[in-house]
């Protein structure tokens, strides 16, 4: 499931492009930014409900549990909003000929145990790793070397003295503002955990 480097093999085969077509008449260009930084492009008729494209986006990402997730756009007055799957996309984007989508978590599950899908897991994962990264869920040194332990595990497996020499945590980023001290942290933590 996980591939090289802790990344999930997920599908791409269908991952649709339009950037290179000329936009049709009554045609709003969508850009979808992903979790896993993959973007995708595709064009929607403006009149359009929400729906079509949320659809679009689980479909390429082969999302199972799809209740959790939404796309997240800025609206005309600079405030982001959750596209409306009800509402037609001219409606909610003002017309505008172009517009940039992220897809998100909408809802953390209260017990990460009902969550069926290894995918929905992972997606999980990464929008956490990236709150975290960008500040917008603050946590504390321990809570950090913890988690980033995790997150390094993910990438590079179990920790392993021949292949991790000393400051091989200083490579990736975790948190903003990432320290020496932190580093030595999440290595020491990250020597404990195997699976």
Known sequence: MFGKRGTYD?????QQSSSDKPLARGHVRCTF???DD???MHDFPKRSPGAALIEFVNQVVDLQETDYFG???TDSADKQQ?????????RQTKCKKEMTFHFRVKFYVADPSNIQEELTRFFFFLQVKQDILKS???VN??????LSAYALQAEVGDHETTAHSPG??????FVPNQTEELEEQIEMHHKTLVG
């Not at 997920?10 to 269908?14: A, G, K, L, Q, Y």
């Not at 040194?141 to 913890?146: D, K, Y």
């Not at 091989?168 to 980023?173: G, H, T």
């Open 10 to 14: 997920i599908n791409t085969d269908r």
């Open 33 to 35: 930014h992903l979790l």
């Open 38 to 40: 993959r973007i995708l």
């Open 71 to 73: 796309l997240l756009f």
């Open 82 to 90: 959750w596209l409306d799957p009800l509402k037609n996309v001219r």
């Open 136 to 138: 917008r869920l603050p």
């Open 141 to 146: 040194f321990s809570t950090a070397a913890i």
């Open 168 to 173: 091989y945590a200083s490579e990736y980023r």
